[in-house]
């Protein structure tokens, strides 16, 4: 079984890109896939479906990541929607970097544009919560 987790956002691209590093995933390439359905007649290239992003073609409206094992099988998908997120998620995701990088983590993802919201502990476990660049909350533990 696989999981897929999607993410309504305002930038797909960008949220995918951040998500990568966050989760140590690859950023999906659907360029032999469009170009598969644009020579198949199923997507027009010009009908405001897909984009070009440096030199590849990529779905407006969607992106993705996934871990760099296919056999793996999950991946986060992001979607443009056209409104802005304005309420604390009633899910996140927590992630769990490996013993003692943790503070590299978070110093990682705050260079690439996640805010810190508060520092948790619970007995001896302790995490920090962050939000993404467009404010969905994660906890790096």
Not at 27 to 45: C, K, P, Q, S
Not at 50 to 65: H, K, M, P, T
Not at 112 to 130: I, M, R, S, Y
Request: aromatic share 6%.
């Amino acid at each position: 079984m696989a999981l897929q987790v999607t993410l309504d956002c305002a930038d797909p691209h960008a949220q995918a890109r951040f998500w990568a590093v966050a989760l140590d995933y690859r950023v999906d390439d659907h360029h032999d896939m469009i170009t598969g359905l644009i020579e198949a007649g199923h997507v027009d290239r010009d009908g405001g479906d897909v984009i070009e992003r440096d030199g590849r073609l990529a779905w407006r409206e969607f992106a993705s990541c996934s871990p760099a094992d296919p056999s793996d099988g999950n991946r986060m998908l992001f979607q443009l929607v056209p409104e802005g997120k304005t309420a604390k998620n009633r899910m996140h995701l927590d992630i769990h970097a490996p013993e003692g990088q943790r503070d590299a983590k978070v110093a990682e993802l705050l260079a690439l544009g996640a805010t810190k919201l508060w520092d948790g502990q619970l007995g001896p476990q302790t995490w920090v919560t962050l939000a993404d660049p467009e404010g969905n909350e994660l906890c790096v533990s």
